[in-house]
């Protein structure tokens, strides 16, 4: 690999910072000030150190990011404006998202270039749990939460899986956590007890949270090992 797209690709430096990095003698191999961007080197053997910090290489990265309305999980912008744009510009084109927030839904959102594990958390048979903090139009009655606790009918011969379901700050607020990824599924769940959302937030995914995470709306980081470790576990059932 080249030793700028190895310091782009782990969130180190662009590509043009590294040039300047160089030239000022920043950047060593192996112990070695580096004199050529694009010189190969060995990502998985070889020492790189920017300002003498170890840059270790991270041969897939998952980010989190606390996403804010009117972003959409597309590319294409006459859809809207791309999450992709809150991204850290090197990772924008190497990272895709797992699953979907809908343009106007907040919260935690995940991106990843690796297929394995994407896979993985969005399988259905691993049943990975998402929890939502959703604002409703009407209160929900305790009726209401025991249809959604069994399973509602969503329309077109769909039936939700049984969803788990604690009390928000009043009643036109319900934590949902659900094991689906359904098309507008949470709203379609809402639905079926003859209400609307007015609000979705989601605040949880395969056990990691917003709040553990302390990222303000727009922010994001790349995932540590032992978050992709929890990842990995719950997307392994």
Do not use: W
């Amino acid at each position: 690999m080249r030793l700028d797209k190895f310091l782009s690709e782990t969130n180190t430096l662009s590509r043009k910072d590294a040039k300047a990095a160089i030239k000022s003698g920043l950047i060593t191999v192996n112990g070695i000030p580096a004199t050529d961007s694009s010189v190969n080197i060995s990502e998985e053997i070889d020492e790189i150190r920017y300002k003498n910090r170890i840059i270790p290489y991270l041969k897939n990265i998952t980010y989190a990011l606390n996403k804010p309305a009117g972003y959409v999980c597309s590319l294409n912008e006459a859809d809207g404006i791309p999450v992709h744009n809150l991204l850290p510009p090197e990772l924008r084109k190497r990272l895709n998202p797992i699953g979907r927030l809908d343009k106007n839904t907040t919260g935690l959102l995940l991106f990843t270039d690796d297929g394995d594990l994407a896979h993985s958390l969005l399988s259905p048979k691993n049943h990975v749990e998402k929890t939502y903090l959703v604002n409703t139009l009407k209160p929900v009655t305790d009726e209401d939460k025991n249809r959604l606790k069994d399973g509602v009918n969503l329309g077109d011969g769909e039936v939700s899986l049984p969803a788990k379901i604690m009390s928000g700050k009043d009643d036109f607020e319900i934590i949902l956590t659900i094991c689906e990824g359904k098309y507008h599924q949470v709203k379609r769940m809402m639905q079926a007890t003859c209400n609307k959302v007015t609000a979705l937030k989601r605040i949880s995914f395969g056990g990691l949270t917003l709040e553990n995470m302390k990222l303000n709306e727009g922010e994001g980081k790349i995932l540590s090992e032992a978050e992709l470790s929890e990842l990995r576990l719950k997307g392994s059932k």
